[in-house]
C-alpha cells in the first residue's frame, strides 16, 4: 500500500460517523457496536424504597430485552406495591393446611355435578378433544378447580401484582419474567392492561394462564379470532388442552399411572 492510499483510508476512518459515538464494545472479531448508556428512568416514588430500587433496575433490564421505554413510561408509571399480595403471598392454601384437606375442600359434590352439565352443555368439547386428544371430563375438571367453571377469575391487577411479588424477592425471577410477558401482551396491542386481571399471583382467565403460558400457548377456540381466555370459555378449554398436548398428554391414555417406589433406609449421622 502507497502512502497516498493509506492517507485516505485513514481519513475515511476518522469521518466514521461511529468514531464520534465514544467506547465501543466488541461483540466479535471485527464487529464493533456503539456504547449506549443505560435508559434514563423517570418514574415517581411509591413511597417504598426497596420497590423504587427494584423498579428501576427492572425498567433497565426490560429496555434492554427489547421493550418499548414508552410503554414502560405508561405502564410502571405510578406503580405501587400491593400488601395485600404479599400477605397471600406468604400463606398460599396448597401448602398452609395438609393436602388431604385441601382436596376435600376443592373436589365437592356440587362442583362434580356443576362440571357434567357444563361438560354436557358444551359441544366445542368435543372438537377440542378430537383436536388435542385431551379427555373433556379432564378440561372440565381443570376448569372448576382453576375458576369454579369461569365464575372466579380474580380481580387483581396483574401488571401490579407481578411487580409486587419481584420487588419482595421470594420468587422474582418469576415475577420479572411473567411481568416482561404480560407488558408484551399490552404492548401486542392484543389486550389492553385493564383487561389483564387474575389471581394475586397472576394467573388469568378461566383456565388461569400466566402471562408467559399465555403467549406460548394460548389459541383461539370459538373461531373469532382471538384468544380471549376471560370471557370465552372454548378459547380457554382449547388453550388447556393446547397446553397439556405441548407438555407430553399421550392421547388415549390414563390420566394416572401407577408409581411403584420403594423407601431406602438410611441413617444419617
Known sequence: MDRRSFLVLLVA?????AANLGPQLALGPGVPTPYRPEPAVDLPPSGSPTFDAWLKDFYVKAVKAGLPSDLLDRELRGLT???RISALD???PEFSRPVSDYIRGVVTDDRIAIGARRRDALP???QIEARHGVPRNVLVAI???ESGFGAILGDFDVIRAMA???????????AEDQLMAALKIIGSG???RSRLVGSWAGAMGQTQFIPTTFLATAIDGDGDGRRDLWDSSADALASAANLLSKAGWRRGESWHIKIISRIKKTTCN
Not at 476512518?13 to 460517523?17: M, N, T
Not at 409486587?164 to 418469576?174: I, M, Q, S, W, Y
Open 164 to 174: 409486587t411479588l419481584a420487588a419482595d424477592g421470594r420468587r422474582r425471577e418469576f
Open 90 to 92: 406468604s400463606r398460599q
Open 143 to 145: 376448569w372448576g378447580l
Open 124 to 126: 366445542v368439547l368435543a
Open 81 to 83: 406495591p400491593n400488601d
Open 190 to 192: 392484543e389486550f389492553p
Open 13 to 17: 476512518g476518522c469521518a466514521d460517523p
